[in-house]
């Protein structure tokens, strides 16, 4: 139960740590268990991570593999993610957020991470 309490405030300090907005961006997963690749939408996105809309959910602790191109932005973000949160269509009302998963960039590097945070920190709105 610890184990789950400290990935749960990693992924929470992580959030506090990096500007997040509500933005809809398309991403490609990649993996050996997905036997190819499926595309999801963000709901929204930080420098630390991405939420995941979507009913087919992955588990907790499942690494992905992911890339996405930002609106009017020409290069490719290719990162690793961990999911660290899920939440069900019958948890949806209860974190006021659709069904989805709450993924952790583990991979970024110090390029993509700047590029990300100038973008966001260019788009309006925010959390």
Not at 94 to 123: I, T, W
Request: hydrophobic share 40%; charged share 30%; net charge negative.
């Amino acid at each position: 139960m610890d184990h789950q309490f400290n990935r749960n405030s990693e992924a929470r300090r992580a959030q506090r740590m990096c500007t997040r907005k509500r933005l809809r961006v398309r991403m490609v997963v990649r993996g050996a268990e997905i036997g190819g690749e499926l595309w999801f939408n963000s709901d929204d996105l930080s420098a630390g991570g991405v939420f995941l809309v979507s009913d087919f959910l992955f588990e907790k602790d499942s690494r992905l593999e992911m890339s996405f191109e930002l609106p009017g932005m020409d290069a490719t973000i290719q990162v690793v993610g961990r999911v660290v949160w899920v939440n069900t269509w019958m948890e949806e009302n209860a974190r006021q957020k659709p069904p989805g998963m709450g993924v952790m960039f583990e991979s970024l590097n110090d390029e993509q991470k700047q590029a990300l945070e100038c973008y966001l920190e260019s788009v309006e709105g925010g959390k």
